[in-house]
């Protein structure tokens, strides 16, 4: 569940994260977790499944915004992993926008929003979803293990 009590999380590949992105992942493993990646272009799906699924996570992978609304109102999801660019129909903004206000758990849903870009309008327009925390593309595996160790600590092997 996510933590209303903390602000949002921004992290790049230039920022200074509050937490070691450095630390070894030798045999990080996590148990009873499902996440869905929410992702139109196959190479950064694959790419965060084969992270998702190396830590032992179950994933589920939607190409686009009907298909994330979907899998979300019909599974019990984690964490929610989403693309701010997925053609056709709405983007994540607008995924985000639906799954905030169309049902109770999506109000408290761990959401975290992707970009390859770090332009201020984009993080900006995740920020007004209450997006939890926004990652810049290419995922780096580091940084979403120390996430993940942080959000579901009672998660880790």
Do not use: W
Not at 13 to 18: A, I
Not at 57 to 73: G, P
Request: aromatic share 8%; charged share 25%; glycine share 4%.
């Amino acid at each position: 569940m996510r933590n209303t009590n903390e602000t949002n999380i921004f992290v790049t590949r230039h920022s200074k994260p509050k937490y070691n992105i450095f630390e070894s992942l030798d045999n990080f493993k996590m148990t009873d977790i499902k996440i869905l990646i929410a992702e139109d272009n196959d190479i950064n799906s694959n790419h965060l499944y084969k992270i998702l699924s190396g830590y032992g996570i179950i994933c589920d992978i939607a190409k686009n915004a009907d298909e994330t609304i979907h899998l979300f109102e019909t599974n019990d999801y984690d964490m929610l992993m989403i693309d701010y660019l997925m053609p056709p129909g709405i983007n994540g903004i607008e995924t985000v926008k639906q799954i905030r206000t169309t049902s109770e758990k999506g109000k408290h849903q761990l959401i975290i929003g992707m970009s390859s870009t770090t332009a201020e309008s984009i993080t900006n327009e995740f920020h007004s979803t209450d997006v939890d925390i926004i990652l810049s593309k290419p995922i780096n595996p580091n940084q979403l293990a120390t996430i993940l160790k942080r959000e579901f600590p009672n998660k880790v092997l």
